[in-house]
């Protein structure tokens, strides 16, 4: 049960008029323990998403990190004129136990 839709954030990402979608999932056990993940969707969208129909996804390695409890497609940080992906992982341990962490995954 990846428990997704906790952090919903929707942009056209790709130039083509139909919104992706990126959602968290921060209860996801893929790497770990409710490590967490997002998952990133193609537009057009209908009916229900499984983590199989998701064009791109992410995870969290802290076991207890909930990576994904926060999701959102940004404009461009990085400089390569797409929209880019931050998830935050409220309790993932990169500088001390649950300190929590963001992370920004540039476009490709």
Do not use: H, K, R
Not at 15 to 20: H, Q
């Amino acid at each position: 049960n990846l428990e997704g839709g906790w952090a919903l954030s929707g942009v056209d990402m790709d130039g083509d008029g139909l919104s992706e979608l990126l959602t968290g999932a921060p209860f996801d056990d893929a790497n770990a323990t409710d490590g967490g993940a997002a998952y990133l969707y193609a537009g057009p969208l209908s009916g229900t998403l499984t983590d199989a129909d998701a064009q791109a996804s992410f995870s969290g390695a802290w076991p207890g990190g909930y990576f994904g409890e926060s999701a959102l497609i940004v404009p461009d940080m990085t400089g390569e004129g797409c929209p880019d992906v931050v998830v935050g992982a409220g309790y993932a341990g990169n500088n001390g136990t649950a300190s929590g962490s963001l992370y920004l995954f540039p476009c490709e």
